[in-house]
């Protein structure tokens, strides 16, 4: 069974950094090849892909976050991390860490964590 556990800040102040950890646990089942992904939903509107990288490390990006957010993974720690730099309110959101064995879909969630910029 699969864990993830999304961890960071609550509040970020305009035009900082926001950086969130999602730390993975296994358990029992390893995978070979994954991607992990992080995911938003701003208040009152509909989850928004924002990034994933792949078990090799490459990186993708939503086009529209591209230019403020870099994804990296420690897999000796099994943690992937998000930054996304000069927040504004419109980035308040819940942010969601996810993974899955085909790039962009979501078979396993954190319970996500709340941010306010």
């Known amino acids: 069974q699969v864990q993830l556990q999304e961890s960071g800040p609550g509040l970020v102040k305009p035009s900082q950094t926001l950086s969130l950890t999602c730390t993975v646990s296994?358990?029992?089942?390893?995978?070979?090849?994954?991607?992990w992904s992080w995911i938003r939903q701003p208040p009152g509107k509909g989850l928004e892909w924002i990034a994933y990288?792949?078990?090799?490390?490459?990186?993708y990006y939503s086009p529209s976050l591209k230019s403020r957010t870099s994804i990296s993974r420690d897999t000796s720690k099994m943690q992937f991390t998000l930054q996304l730099t000069s927040v504004t309110p419109e980035d308040t959101a819940v942010y969601y860490c996810?993974?899955?064995?085909?790039?962009?879909?979501?078979?396993?969630w954190g319970q996500g964590t709340q941010v306010v910029a």
């Open positions: 996810a993974m899955d064995l085909y790039p962009k879909a979501f078979g396993a």
């Open positions: 296994f358990g029992s089942i390893t995978y070979n090849s994954y991607y």
């Open positions: 990288i792949a078990s090799g490390g490459s990186a």
